[in-house]
């Protein structure tokens, strides 16, 4: 058994490491009446303050009732093992949004789903006062066909980050490089208080990457440009989220989420529409004999094209 594989944490069996960032770990566990669990190991070095561990455990209970959500992974129990500190959750049967998109980049409709699911696991957090701080793709968890999307580290995040600065964050790799284009810039620069629009930007920068299959860097182009046939109007909502100033991105989730379903509604009448028009002018109508295969041509090609353009919008 590798070094870094414990036997057991607390009263659970550890069976296999599912990731690592910096020191903290998480594990797949079985818990004594056999339910498989999912448990993250925090650093040593955050259990040497005992106000912030009797904090750490207060907090983690509260978040027990929130995440009972079904955008949020749910945490079941917390503890600790010598001298550092887990977090006991469901195992969720997925896999991260990160291990996705380093394999494909997700349709629109995919893209979607994971933004709805995304801002429905962020509300209860922000009606609380509650941010996550650090969203990115590698605590986003989806299932296979997308159905089911969980934010993951809520509380555990702002827990870690109130325990060490940025700084020593990032030099003990708890925080990567790569990681840092997904925080608002208030969070990096330390620039006054951080507000639910700080887990907006981070969500803007979540659907830049599934729309174009980039990962984030220094400047974000327009996603209709650098991907073609997408329409312009999804380059307003993404670009809304990643305003550097919070106070011009959407005032909440809850707004983030109405703009994306009014937009998905959006594009999918347009679609229709287009299709239905194709079809009207494929049936012909009381054209002249001798125009009608001419009719017949534009109408068909039309139809193609439309299904085209909806195969690319609402499918993989």
Request: proline residues 7%.
């Given at each position: 058994?590798?070094?870094e594989l414990p036997e057991t944490i607390g009263p659970f069996r550890v069976r296999e490491l599912l990731g690592k960032a910096g020191q903290s770990a998480?594990?797949?566990?079985?818990?004594?009446g056999g339910r498989v669990v999912a448990i993250k190991l925090f650093p040593a070095a955050l259990s040497g303050n005992p106000a912030a561990v009797e904090?750490?455990?207060?907090?983690?209970?509260?978040?027990?009732?929130?995440?009972?959500?079904?955008?949020?992974?749910?945490?079941?129990?917390?503890?600790?093992?010598?001298?550092?500190?887990?977090?006991?959750?469901?195992?969720?049967?997925?896999?991260?949004?990160?291990?996705?998109?380093?394999?494909?980049?997700?349709?629109?409709?995919?893209?979607?789903?994971?933004?709805?699911?995304?801002?429905?696991?962020?509300?209860?957090?922000?009606?609380?006062?509650?941010?996550?701080?650090?969203?990115?793709?590698?605590?986003?968890?989806?299932?296979?066909?997308?159905?089911?999307?969980?934010?993951s580290d809520l509380g555990a995040t702002a827990f870690e980050t109130a325990a060490q600065s940025l700084t020593a964050t990032l030099s003990t790799g708890?925080?990567?490089?790569?990681?840092?284009?997904?925080?608002?810039?208030?969070?990096?620069?330390?620039?006054?208080?951080?507000?639910?629009?700080?887990?907006?930007?981070?969500?803007?920068?979540?659907?830049?990457?599934?729309?174009?299959?980039?990962?984030?860097?220094?400047?974000?182009?327009?996603?209709?440009?650098?991907?073609?046939?997408?329409?312009?109007?999804?380059?307003?909502?993404?670009?809304?989220?990643?305003?550097?100033?919070?106070?011009?991105?959407?005032?909440?989730?809850?707004?983030?989420?109405?703009?994306?379903?009014?937009?998905?509604?959006?594009?999918?009448?347009?679609?229709?529409?287009?299709?239905?028009?194709?079809?009207?002018?494929?049936?012909?109508?009381?054209?002249?004999?001798?125009?009608?295969?001419?009719?017949?041509?534009?109408?068909?090609?039309?139809?193609?094209?439309?299904?085209?353009?909806?195969?690319?919008?609402?499918?993989?």
């Open positions: 058994m590798p070094p998480v594990y797949t566990a079985e818990a004594p904090r750490f455990h207060r907090e983690m209970r509260n978040l027990m009732a929130i995440t009972r959500h079904p955008n949020l992974v749910q945490i079941l129990d917390t503890g600790q093992e010598g001298e550092r500190l887990y977090v006991v959750m469901e195992r969720v049967e997925g896999t991260s949004l990160d291990r996705v998109l380093k394999q494909e980049r997700p349709s629109l409709s995919e893209a979607f789903t994971v933004m709805r699911g995304i801002c429905r696991g962020l509300i209860p957090g922000h009606q609380r006062g509650l941010i996550h701080r650090s969203l990115t793709p590698r605590n986003v968890l989806v299932s296979p066909d997308f159905s089911t999307v969980k934010v708890e925080i990567r490089l790569g990681a840092l284009y997904y925080l608002a810039p208030e969070i990096v620069e330390g620039s006054g208080s951080v507000g639910p629009q700080a887990d907006l930007y981070s969500a803007g920068v979540i659907f830049h990457e599934m729309l174009t299959g980039r990962a984030p860097g220094p400047k974000f182009g327009l996603p209709s440009q650098l991907l073609p046939g997408l329409s312009p109007e999804v380059d307003v909502v993404a670009l809304r989220c990643l305003a550097r100033k919070p106070e011009e991105r959407y005032a909440s989730a809850t707004d983030l989420l109405a703009a994306l379903e009014r937009l998905e509604e959006t594009l999918r009448l347009r679609t229709l529409t287009e299709i239905r028009e194709a079809g009207r002018l494929l049936g012909g109508g009381k054209a002249e004999t001798g125009k009608r295969p001419v009719l017949l041509y534009v109408g068909l090609a039309l139809v193609v094209l439309a299904l085209v353009v909806a195969g690319f919008l609402l499918a993989r």
